[in-house]
C-alpha cells in the first residue's frame, strides 16, 4: 500500500475529508454556501477571504482563539509539540503563568487536555489544516492574527528579528553580531539566522542576559508582556544603548524600538500568552433561594407583563400617539406613556417594544400615522393568562429589537427613540438565548453573579463585539455590545417573570426546552383566577381584590377611573366616568343591573343617586356638524351657555332659540362644554345620538417584525447534504484526468481549466462509442442561459440530437441537446476506477 500524502494546500485538505466532515464545515460556515461553491477549489478559495475569516474568528472561544494567536507567532508549518510550548511554555517551577498561586502542573495538564478540542474546532472551520507535525494557520487568519505595527497581537509579542532587521544595513548586523559575541557573517541572511539562533537558544540567551546592567532587565520587564514598542530619546541611557547594541531592542523608527519576539518568548519562558484560558469561567451564584418561591415571584411578575402590555394597548384603543417622521415615539408621548403605566420610561419603552414585537401594536398606515392595536390583539387579548404570557415571552427571546439602546444616539449623533427605526442588533437573540441557558445549567432556585455571567460570555465569544464603545449612560460591567445585551437580558427577564428574585423559573425552563405548551401548563397553576365581582363601598369607589375576567374589566374601566393598581384595584366613580359609559351606549338602567349583578356588596346610594344625576342630563344638549352646533329643547340652557364667558373661545351665535352655532370644530365643542359642567352628546345627520365605542379602532392586519439575522441562516440537513454532493460533483468534473486526445490537426485542444473544445462530428461520434462502452465522458455545456459548465456524463442513449446520460455532478439521469456541448473529451482510465 501506498502511503498517504500530506496536503499541501487547503484545497487538497478539504478534498481529504469526509462528507460529514464537510458538512459540519458550511455548517459552522454558512456564508460559505452563498452562493454553493462549484468545487473544492472554490471553497476552499472562498474560505480564505478575510470577511470569511473574521466572520470565523469571532465565532472561536477564548481559548481556540489563544490557540489560533499562538499559531500565528509560530513558525509557518509548526509541528503539535512547538504549539502546546507555547501554550504551556518550557518553564517547570510548579507556578503557573504570572506568577500565580496556581499550580504549574495543574495548568500545563488543563492546556494539554484542551488543546487538541481546540485545534479540532480551527479544523472544522477549516482556519487550521495539515497533520499534527505540519499545522498549518490559513494565510489570512495569519495575517489578521500576527502582530504588527498596525494590529498589535493579544499576545503582546512584537516583530520577529528577520522582520525587524527587514531595512538594516549589513554594517549595522554585524556590530551587533560583534557586540553580541557572535562571530561575523558574510551576508545580511546569515547575520539575521544567527542572531534569531542565540535569542532561541536557552543557555547562551541566560548567559548574555546575565551580564545586562539591572536598569537593562527592569526595560525588558515593561516590554516583555506588551506592548513591545518603547520612545527613545536621541542620546538614550547606557541600559538602553546597552540593549539596542545587542539586538534586544531593535529599531523601528528613529525614536522608537521594539523587542524582537524571540527575545520575549525566551523572557516569558516560552509562553505565547500570559495567561491562557483553556477552561470557561464558571457562573457563580450570588443567592440560593426556594424554588417555589422563585415561581411564584416569577409567575407574579408574569401576570404583571400580561396585565401591563394590556392596559398600555387598551389606553392606545382609540388611536394612540402619532410617529414620529423619522419613525418612532416621541419623548412626550413617552412621558405620558410612562405616567399612565406608572412605571419609569425605559420600562414603558420596553413594555411598548414588546407589545410590537409580538405583532400587537403597529402604525395605522393612515396619512396622520398613529399607533394603534393590531386585529392581532384582539385574539391574544382572549387568551388564557399564560398563553399571553408565552406569546410574549416567544417574541422577545426571538426579537432583535433592543428597547436598551432606547435614549442613546446613533452614529451620526441622533437619539434613539422607542419603536424607532435603529433598534435592530441581530446578536440580541443569540445572547439571550445564551444567558437563559446559563441560568439553566445552575440549580434551581439559584440567582447567578451578572459579573460571572458577563466573564463567561467574553470567554465565550471575546472578539465579538470588541472595540464596540458604549454610549454615554450604558450600564456598567462591560462596554462592549454583548456585555451590555447581556446585563439588559438579565433585567428584562425579571420585568417579564422569565426569572424570579434573579433565578430562573421553572415555566422558563420548560419553555426554553419543552416549549410553549409545557411552559403555560406549569404557569397556570401560579397564576390568580379572573374575579367576577367587585366590592363597592360608600365613598364611590370599587374595590377589585384580584384580576377580573375581562368583560367585567372592560365594562369597569368605561365605567369608573383606576385609582390606584397594586394586588387589587381601587377604581373611582365620576361624573365623567359615567358619562363615559353613557357616551358608549348604555343607559342608567343598564349601568345600574350591571353594579348590582357583579358587585358582593349592595350599590351604595350616593352611586346610584351618582348615574341617575348623570343619565338625566346627559343629551339634553345635542353637539353636530356646522361647523359644529348645539341644539337643546330648554332655551334657558342656551342662554346660559352664551352669558358664560367660559363660552368665549367656542364663539357661539343664536341661530334660534334652541339653536347655538359655533365656530369650532364638534370634538372641540363638546370637550370646551364638558368642562363647563355639562354633558352634551354628539349626535349625526340624522339627529341620532352617536355612540363611542371603546376599542374601535385597529390597524390593517399586520405581521410582526421580521428579526434581522446575523448572517447566513444556518442550513438544515437536506441543504447541507445537496450541498456537499454538487460540490463532490463539480470538484470531479473539475480534477478528474482525462485522456491526452489532442493530435496534429487538433487545434481547439483545451487548455488545463477550460472546457473542452470539439467539432460536433466528433462530439457525436465520441457520445455514441461511450454510449454502447458505458464509459464515461467529461463534457462542456452551456446552458439556455449561457451559463458554462464542466460535467462528467456516462451516455446512456443517443437519439434526435439528444444524449440521455447519467450526470455524475448532479447525480440523476439527465438529457443534454447536443447542440450545447461544446466538447467532449474521453476520461483516463484510473479516472473511472
Known amino acids: 500500500m501506498g502511503m498517504t500524502t500530506p496536503p499541501r494546500t487547503l484545497a487538497e485538505a478539504l478534498r481529504a475529508r469526509d462528507d460529514e466532515s464537510l458538512a459540519g464545515l458550511l455548517r459552522a460556515r454558512p456564508d460559505l454556501l452563498n452562493p454553493v461553491p462549484g468545487d473544492i477549489t472554490q471553497l476552499a478559495t472562498r474560505a480564505g477571504t478575510r470577511a470569511s475569516v473574521v466572520r470565523a474568528l469571532e465565532h472561536l472561544d477564548k481559548f481556540t482563539l489563544q490557540t489560533a494567536e499562538a499559531l500565528a507567532v509560530a513558525p509557518d508549518p509548526a509541528p503539535y509539540e512547538t504549539l502546546l510550548g507555547l501554550l504551556t511554555g518550557d518553564d517547570h517551577d510548579g507556578t503557573g503563568p504570572d506568577g500565580d498561586n496556581r499550580s504549574g502542573d495543574d495548568a500545563e495538564a488543563a492546556i494539554a487536555d484542551a488543546l487538541p478540542g481546540a485545534l479540532a474546532a480551527l479544523r472544522e472551520q477549516a482556519l ?131 523587542l524582537p519576539r524571540e527575545a520575549a518568548l525566551h523572557l516569558r519562558a516560552g509562553r505565547a500568552h500570559r495567561v491562557p484560558e483553556p477552561r470557561p469561567p464558571a457562573v457563580e451564584a450570588v443567592a440560593r433561594r426556594d424554588p417555589q418561591a422563585v415561581d411564584s415571584a416569577a409567575a407574579g411578575q408574569a401576570f404583571l407583563a400580561v396585565s401591563t402590555v394590556e392596559e398600555l394597548l387598551k389606553n392606545w384603543d382609540g388611536g394612540g400617539p402619532p410617529i414620529l417622521r423619522a419613525g418612532g415615539l416621541g419623548v412626550r408621548d413617552l412621558k405620558r406613556t410612562a405616567a399612565a403605566l406608572e412605571v419609569p420610561e425605559p420600562v414603558a419603552a420596553f413594555w411598548a417594544e414588546t407589545a410590537y414585537a409580538a405583532g400587537l401594536l403597529a402604525s395605522d398606515g393612515e396619512a396622520d400615522e398613529r399607533y394603534a392595536p393590531t386585529p392581532a390583539y384582539d385574539d391574544w387579548a382572549e387568551l388564557p393568562a399564560q398563553e399571553r404570557w408565552v406569546a410574549l415571552a416567544t417574541a422577545w427571546l426571538a426579537a432583535t429589537r433592543t428597547p436598551g439602546l432606547i435614549g442613546g444616539q446613533d452614529a451620526k449623533g441622533r437619539v434613539l427613540s422607542a419603536l424607532g427605526p435603529e433598534l435592530d442588533r441581530s446578536a440580541a437573540p443569540e445572547v439571550r438565548h445564551r444567558v437563559l441557558a446559563l441560568l439553566a445549567a445552575l440549580e434551581p432556585g439559584t440567582a447567578p453573579d451578572p459579573e460571572t455571567v458577563l466573564a463567561r460570555l467574553r470567554w465565550e465569544r471575546p472578539l465579538r463585539g470588541a472595540g464596540a464603545a458604549a454610549p454615554a449612560g450604558a450600564p456598567e460591567g462591560g462596554s462592549d455590545l454583548r456585555s451590555r445585551i447581556a446585563l439588559w437580558t438579565l433585567n428584562e427577564s425579571e420585568l417579564l417573570g422569565i426569572t424570579g428574585r434573579g433565578a430562573l423559573a421553572a415555566h422558563t425552563r420548560a419553555l426554553l426546552g419543552s416549549g410553549p405548551a409545557e411552559a403555560a401548563a406549569l404557569l397556570a397553576p401560579l397564576i390568580p383566577e379572573p374575579l367576577d365581582h367587585v366590592l363597592l363601598q360608600a365613598d364611590l369607589t370599587a374595590v377589585a381584590p384580584g384580576p377580573l375576567e375581562r368583560p367585567l374589566a372592560d365594562m369597569l374601566s368605561a365605567l369608573a377611573d383606576i385609582e390606584s393598581k397594586g394586588g387589587a384595584t381601587v377604581y373611582r366613580f365620576t361624573p365623567g366616568s359615567v358619562r363615559r359609559a353613557l357616551d358608549a351606549g348604555q343607559s342608567a338602567a343598564d349601568l345600574h343591573a350591571f353594579l348590582a349583578a357583579h358587585s358582593r356588596t349592595p350599590v351604595p346610594q350616593p352611586l346610584s343617586y351618582l348615574i341617575d344625576d348623570v343619565a338625566r342630563r346627559h343629551g339634553h344638549l345635542r353637539i353636530g356638524a356646522a361647523s359644529s352646533y348645539v341644539r337643546c329643547d330648554d332655551e334657558a340652557v342656551l342662554n346660559e351657555i352664551l352669558a358664560d364667558r367660559r363660552s368665549v373661545t367656542l364663539r357661539l351665535r343664536r341661530l334660534a332659540p334652541t339653536a347655538l352655532a359655533a365656530q369650532v370644530d364638534p370634538a372641540s365643542l363638546l370637550d370646551g362644554l364638558r368642562e363647563m359642567g355639562y354633558a352634551p352628546a354628539a349626535e349625526s345627520a340624522d339627529g341620532d345620538v352617536l355612540i363611542t365605542r371603546a376599542g374601535a379602532r385597529r390597524t390593517p392586519p399586520r405581521t410582526p417584525p421580521v428579526p434581522v439575522p446575523e448572517g447566513p441562516p444556518v442550513p438544515d440537513g437536506t441543504l447541507l447534504g445537496a450541498a456537499v454532493r454538487a460540490i463532490r460533483a463539480g470538484d470531479t468534473a473539475a480534477t478528474v484526468a482525462r485522456k491526452d486526445t489532442a493530435t496534429a490537426s487538433d487545434a481547439t485542444a483545451a487548455p488545463s481549466g477550460s472546457l473542452p473544445r470539439t467539432t460536433s462530428a466528433e462530439t457525436l461520434a465520441t457520445v455514441q462509442a461511450a454510449a454502447m462502452t458505458g464509459s464515461a465522458l467529461w463534457i462542456g455545456y452551456v446552458n439556455a442561459d449561457g451559463a458554462a459548465s464542466q460535467r462528467v456524463i456516462a451516455p446512456v442513449r443517443v437519439e434526435g440530437g439528444f444524449v440521455t446520460a447519467y450526470d455524475h455532478t448532479a447525480d440523476e439521469i439527465r438529457t443534454y441537446p447536443l447542440h450545447r456541448i461544446t466538447g467532449v473529451a474521453e476520461l483516463a482510465d484510473d479516472a473511472t476506477a
Open 128 to 258: 487550521v489544516w495539515g497533520e499534527d507535525d505540519r499545522l498549518r494557520l490559513v494565510r489570512t487568519a495569519r495575517e489578521l492574527l500576527a502582530p504588527s505595527p498596525q494590529h498589535p497581537s493579544p499576545t503582546g509579542l512584537g516583530p520577529t528579528v528577520a522582520e525587524a532587521t527587514s531595512g538594516m544595513s549589513p554594517g549595522r548586523l554585524q556590530e551587533i553580531l560583534a557586540a553580541a559575541g557572535l562571530p561575523a557573517t558574510h551576508d545580511p541572511v546569515s547575520a539575521v539566522a544567527s542572531l534569531a539562533g542565540l535569542f532561541t537558544d536557552r543557555t547562551r540567551m541566560a548567559e548574555l542576559l546575565d551580564t545586562a546592567p539591572a536598569e537593562a532587565l527592569s526595560v525588558l520587564d515593561r516590554l516583555v508582556w506588551g506592548p513591545p514598542y518603547g520612545e527613545i530619546t536621541p542620546n538614550p541611557t547606557p541600559p538602553v544603548r546597552w540593549l539596542r547594541d545587542r539586538g534586544l531592542l531593535l529599531p523601528v523608527s528613529t525614536r522608537t524600538v521594539v
